[in-house]
């Protein structure tokens, strides 16, 4: 088992910043990707970008543009998401997933664990 645990959201005007923290704790030698996703009221939960522990090779959604950057501290088995230049339009609950099959996935169904969502509200 793998348990997941985000932090760091919150309410940031427009044009802000806010950097999100992933702390995973159990069986993360299993775990070859984290992932965040992203959902808003009455929308899917939308895929933002990942990270392999490992080799620490990123992958981004087209609408970032250049805005986010995810990160990871293997020795605090930490994975961060520092996002820049918010807009109203980034409103959401934030979720990180740990995938445990080297997929690169960016689908909700190809991760193993989820943490319970950090909500990240930007106001314009």
Known sequence: QVQLVE?????????GSLRLSCAASGR???VYTIGWFRQAPGKEREFV??????????????FMKGRFTISRDNAKNLVHLQMNSLEPEDTAVYYCAAEISPNRGVNPWE????????????SS
């Open 7 to 15: 932090s760091g959201g919150g309410l940031v005007q427009a044009g």
């Open 28 to 30: 993360t030698d299993s």
């Open 49 to 62: 970008c990942s990270i392999t522990l490992i080799s620490g090779s990123a992958a981004y959604a087209e």
């Open 111 to 122: 991760y193993n664990y989820w943490g319970q969502g950090t909500q990240v509200t930007v």
